[in-house]
């Protein structure tokens, strides 16, 4: 469980289990833009998920310059307080690189943010890759950013004593989150949809593990985490739809000490990407039932096609297929190579003949007889004929 520190305290990122920062698509323009001798012409649109929006776009006769464009969703709008993007993310992206990125002061239309970037000043080498990777990145920093924001500034003045409304954050439009800002804590609540029942049974033991992991003493530091299959008292008077859901409700509960200076970006990274931990979860988890499925298979037919498994240490080719089988010694397969012969035996003796005991004299002269019959032929139980004096004539 790589989410909220439930790794050990590990700070490498799981690369199936959350989203890398950087985009791996627009990296991949980005290298071959720079590693391109010949200049050409270039007016790229990318889409990615969650809707992100890129646009490259260079020209051959000013190669060296690159436009990059970048939008991002806006997770809730009215929360955010400052207009635009917020002095946090500009200065993020300026220090990337100051030789390399410049912030054009308008952006263009339809996009949050336009970058020049200058190729010709991006060093060769591992320090160049790490630039354009930082750069691929931009758009996960403006996302943080308007979460961050929104933890740090979120005000429930106004409100009445017990009585605080949700924020409703959209990401992706069928994977909304709940934000409710509470005394002492901020509680972030995940409605679960899921298209298959396999996935949801799936989840539910994974949503039951994790609450019962995240709360124990070894992850104390974690922030406590609830599953319910109602939504919680939390978000009564919200829509319909958003409320209905066949994977309950997951809940985190943010305290002061998650969001300090060292982990508010891991924390605010990990709420972006639990969506895709508990997908990549249940993926992972439906290849390793697959794969014992297969396992379990492939020793069904060592059993079946080769009988004397223990005495037999070479690998074989079964005939009509090409697999090959690999020699098991445990107590397991010999329980049930035993159980198979004996299984077998018991058909054999269907088959066989019924014989009565006691009856051995009976059956030698029911043989002896049979003996007689073809060699005397089949004149020998012939009836004799009868010959009567008398005529009778036949009755017009």
Same mark, same amino acid.
């Given at each position: 469980?790589?989410?909220?520190?439930?790794?050990?305290?590990?700070?490498?990122?799981?690369?199936?289990?959350?989203?890398?920062?950087?985009?791996?698509?627009?990296?991949?323009?980005?290298?071959?833009?720079?590693?391109?001798?010949?200049?050409?012409?270039?007016?790229?649109?990318?889409?990615?998920?969650?809707?992100?929006?890129?646009?490259?776009? !260079?020209?051959?006769?000013?190669?060296?310059?690159?436009?990059?464009? =970048?939008?991002?969703?806006?997770?809730?709008?009215?929360?955010?307080?400052?207009?635009?993007?917020?002095?946090?993310?500009?200065?993020?992206?300026?220090?990337?690189?100051?030789?390399?990125?410049?912030?054009?002061? !308008?952006?263009?239309?339809?996009?949050?943010?336009?970058?020049?970037?200058?190729?010709?000043?991006?060093?060769?080498?591992?320090?160049?890759?790490?630039?354009?990777?930082?750069?691929?990145?931009?758009?996960?920093? =403006?996302?943080?950013?308007?979460?961050?924001?929104?933890?740090?500034?979120?005000?429930?003045?106004?409100?009445?004593?017990?009585?605080?409304?949700?924020?409703?954050?959209?990401?992706?439009?069928?994977?909304?989150?709940?934000?409710?800002?509470?005394?002492?804590?901020?509680?972030?609540?995940?409605?679960?949809?899921?298209?298959?029942?396999?996935?949801?049974?799936?989840? !539910?033991?994974?949503?039951?593990?994790?609450?019962?992991?995240?709360?124990?003493?070894?992850?104390?530091?974690?922030?406590?985490?609830?599953?319910?299959?109602?939504?919680?008292?939390?978000?009564?008077?919200?829509?319909?739809?958003?409320?209905?859901?066949?994977?309950?409700?997951?809940?985190?509960?943010?305290?002061?000490? #998650?969001?300090?200076?060292?982990?508010?970006?891991?924390?605010?990274?990990?709420?972006?990407?639990?969506?895709?931990?508990?997908?990549?979860?249940?993926?992972?988890?439906? %290849?390793?039932?697959?794969?014992?499925?297969?396992?379990?298979?492939?020793?069904?037919?060592?059993?079946?096609?080769?009988?004397?498994?223990?005495?037999?240490?070479?690998?074989?080719?079964?005939? %009509?297929?090409?697999?090959?089988?690999?020699?098991?010694?445990? !107590?397991?397969?010999?329980?049930?190579?035993?159980?198979?012969?004996?299984?077998?035996?018991?058909?054999?003796?269907?088959?066989?003949?019924?014989?009565?005991?006691?009856?051995?004299?009976?059956?030698?002269?029911?043989?002896?007889? #049979?003996?007689?019959?073809?060699?005397?032929?089949?004149?020998?139980?012939?009836?004799?004929?009868? #010959?009567?004096?008398?005529?009778?004539?036949?009755?017009?």
């Amino acid at each position: 469980m790589g989410c909220f520190g439930f790794n050990g305290g590990s700070s490498k990122k799981l690369k199936n289990g959350c989203f890398e920062r950087s985009s791996p698509a627009l990296q991949q323009i980005l290298l071959q833009l720079f590693r391109d001798q010949k200049p050409v012409d270039i007016d790229h649109h990318l889409y990615e998920f969650g809707s992100v929006e890129y646009h490259v776009q !260079t020209t051959a006769s000013d190669p060296q310059n690159i436009y990059l464009s =970048i939008s991002t969703p806006i997770l809730s709008p009215r929360t955010l307080v400052s207009q635009g993007l917020c002095p946090y993310t500009i200065q993020r992206v300026k220090d990337i690189s100051p030789n390399v990125v410049e912030i054009l002061n !308008t952006a263009r239309d339809g996009y949050q943010l336009t970058l020049q970037l200058n190729t010709a000043n991006i060093p060769q080498g591992k320090a160049g890759l790490k630039i354009i990777k930082e750069i691929a990145a931009v758009a996960s920093v =403006i996302l943080s950013s308007q979460l961050k924001e929104m933890l740090r500034n979120f005000s429930s003045e106004g409100a009445p004593e017990g009585n605080y409304k949700p924020i409703k954050c959209i990401y992706h439009p069928r994977e909304p989150l709940f934000v409710i800002r509470q005394p002492q804590k901020i509680t972030v609540v995940f409605p679960m949809r899921f298209k298959e029942t396999s996935d949801v049974v799936i989840a !539910t033991s994974f949503f039951q593990d994790l609450m019962d992991i995240g709360n124990s003493e070894a992850f104390a530091k974690a922030p406590p985490c609830t599953w319910s299959p109602i939504p919680p008292p939390e978000l009564r008077g919200e829509l319909m739809e958003d409320l209905s859901t066949n994977g309950g409700f997951v809940s985190f509960d943010i305290f002061s000490r #998650h969001v300090d200076d060292k982990r508010l970006d891991s924390t605010v990274w990990n709420l972006l990407n639990f969506y895709t931990y508990v997908k990549s979860y249940i993926k992972s988890t439906k %290849g390793s039932i697959q794969r014992k499925m297969r396992q379990r298979l492939g020793d069904l037919v060592k059993i079946l096609y080769k009988p004397d498994v223990e005495e037999d240490d070479h690998e074989q080719q079964v005939r %009509g297929c090409g697999w090959k089988i690999k020699p098991v010694n445990s !107590t397991r397969f010999r329980k049930l190579r035993k159980q198979y012969g004996d299984f077998k035996r018991k058909v054999k003796r269907i088959r066989y003949r019924i014989r009565i005991h006691g009856f051995g004299e009976l059956n030698r002269k029911i043989k002896r007889i #049979h003996h007689q019959i073809k060699i005397r032929g089949p004149q020998w139980l012939c009836a004799p004929k009868f #010959h009567s004096a008398n005529r009778y004539t036949r009755l017009e």
